[in-house]
């Protein structure tokens, strides 16, 4: 078996449109499966009411945006090490998706935090970090985008993406480091503080979300691929098909 | 470039040019530091923009003393960021532009020598005269001496390390649309660690706290940042050049 038989554009392009449809009926499965359990099953919180509901939105999205960043950053390592153009184009076809996690989970969370907190916003290290990943994705983007060879856009956002990195650690530690007013993880390797339909539905969502998220990139690098490849062979034999 | 550098090994066959990260970092420094010199300009107007950005707060804000006293060292800190970042483009662009750095990777040098000797001119062009200014304006928000100095300490920690990241993304925006609004969407996020503790440590000072762990957590940034960047400017310049 050649491992790398889908490490190709050309390949991986067939590949990708058989398994985004799949991603996108995972998702969409789980997603109704998850707001079953999560606006309907699970039992009303003792101190936060019905508040505390958004977490099944918040929360796997939060995952996500840190998630996605890093497999971003693992595909830019990946393009300016071995030079590989899928690598590239997978990370470019994963940082809109990221970035609208991470606007998500911040947008979600300023739902949360004004009927808990007293305010949609306060300037917490959880917080700011977040929103500075959120700037991250943008400033790869942007990047990526600004110029005229993309190859070159490539490279320059894979560099940016790697620096960023380490913004991850100080998000996800951010509540143990700092006293801050963001509660603390509730689910962690050790058990978990919360009842259980709370959590299978938390964790049915971010299974929804980490499909949505993978059928979103797939449809998007393929039109990538399209786009780069459009002068080779195989694309042109695609559009005469 | 592998072929200037088989002309090169062609030309002088007895003796190949050894390159070395010192011999780039000196020689790199040393010219910035001549060309600064006698454009003195640059530096006098980062240093400028500073004390005015400085003294508009007063002004825009209000004047009272006390107010003036807690907001001292966070204005002080972002005006001395933002002077610091308005720099960014004089380490890399206009050697971009005439051909210069194309040059200098055709040098014997590694990149990542004469790119960190290019950075610490500039630092010492930018991140020193705003230290050094940093009490002067701290005494017209009406700063306690020790405040002042804890002050001045946090931006002698920090602003090497703004030097160093922003450097890196001076480097990746070379040639890019956008220019100087792409490149604030590259640096200012990357600042805004090294922007909390900084300031935060003549805070934790002014209202009676020890600010040892800002300045502990500045100085482990700096060690980190000096140990890692130079690696992420010698390939982004690489990046940009080829």
Known sequence: MNWFYFASPSTFYGLAGRMAPWCFVAAALLAAWGLFLGLLVAPTDAQQGAVYRVIFIHVPTAWMSMFLYFLMACYCALSLIFNTRLSAMMARAIAPTGAMMTFIALWTGAFWGRPTWGAYWVWDARLTSELVLLFLYFGYIALAN??????????????????????????????????????????????????????????????????????????????????????????RDLGAA | MTEASAL???????KAAEGSFSGGFAWAMARDLRIAW??????????????????????????????????????????????????????FASDYI?????????SPHPAIGWASGKIAAHWIVSGVPLTLLSPLIGLQYGLTPDTLVVQALSLALGTPVLSLLGGACAALALGARGGGMLLALLALPLFVPILIFGAGAAEAQATGMTPMPHLSI???????????????????VRIAVD
Request: glycine share 8%; aromatic share 8%.
């Open chain 2, 38 to 91: 006698r454009h003195p300009d640059e530096a006098v107007l980062t240093v400028a923009f500073f004390a005015l950005v400085a003294s508009l707060f007063p002004l825009g804000i209000g004047a009272e003393p006390q107010l003036l006293a807690r907001i001292g060292p966070g204005v002080i800190w972002v005006g001395a960021l933002l002077a610091a970042f308005l720099a960014l483009p004089n380490i």
């Open chain 2, 8 to 14: 090169r090994a062609r030309a002088a066959p007895a």
């Open chain 2, 98 to 106: 005439d051909g210069s750095l194309e040059q200098m990777t055709l």
């Open chain 1, 146 to 235: 600004a110029f005229e060879d993309p190859r070159r856009g490539d490279r320059a956002s894979a560099l940016l993406a790697i620096i960023g990195v380490i913004n991850l650690p100080i998000i996800y530690f951010s509540v143990q480091w700092w006293n801050t007013l963001h509660q603390g993880a509730s689910v962690s390797f050790r058990g978990t503080s919360m009842h259980v339909t709370m959590l299978t539905g938390m964790l049915v969502m971010s299974g929804a979300a980490w499909m949505y998220a993978a059928g979103a990139t797939l449809v998007r690098v393929r039109a990538i691929i399209l786009e780069r490849e459009r002068r080779t062979q195989w694309v």
């Open chain 2, 218 to 236: 500045l100085l482990a940034a700096l060690i980190a940042a000096t140990v890692g960047l130079p690696f992420a400017v010698g390939t982004a």
